[in-house]
Nanobody
Framework: QVQLVESGGGLVQPGDSLRLSCVRSGFDLDDFTVGWFLQAPGKEREAVSCISMNDVATYYADSVKDRFTISRDRATNTVHLQMNGLKAEDTAVYYC??????????????????WGQGTQVTVSS
């Protein structure tokens, strides 16, 4: 059974940092393009940051450039999202998603085959 599990969310203050982690069971994450998406209440799911299967291509939403960094740890089959300088508008449920192989449009949610259950990130003073 293929599963993705996110961790690392929480309640933080503006300006703080969090590191989200996406781990898999059932398949080798090295063979997958992986993306982080967020969904705020009443809004559609949107891409935050994605990394291609071969780590050549990455995508960052304009709102997180220079604050968030995506990385892949092949030793542990984990993909991390380092989030620095968090803002209230970053508050959302964050989902990890995976697609077998490469993708042209990393940022499109429907391109991904597997999804985790999500982890809540709340930024509030």
């Amino acid at each position: 059974q293929v599963q993705l599990v996110e961790s690392g969310g929480g309640l933080v203050q503006p300006g703080d940092s969090l590191r989200l982690s996406c781990v898999r069971s059932g398949f080798d994450l090295d063979d997958f393009t992986v993306g982080w998406f967020l969904q705020a209440p009443g809004k559609e799911r949107e891409a935050v940051s994605c990394i291609s299967m071969n780590d050549v291509a990455t995508y960052y939403a304009d709102s997180v450039k220079d604050r968030f960094t995506i990385s892949r740890d092949r030793a542990t089959n984990t993909v991390h999202l380092q989030m620095n300088g968090l803002k209230a508008e970053d508050t959302a449920v964050y989902y990890c998603a995976a697609h077998a192989g490469l993708l042209d449009r990393l940022w499109v949610p429907n391109e991904y085959d597997y999804w985790g259950q999500g982890t809540q990130v709340t930024v509030s003073s």
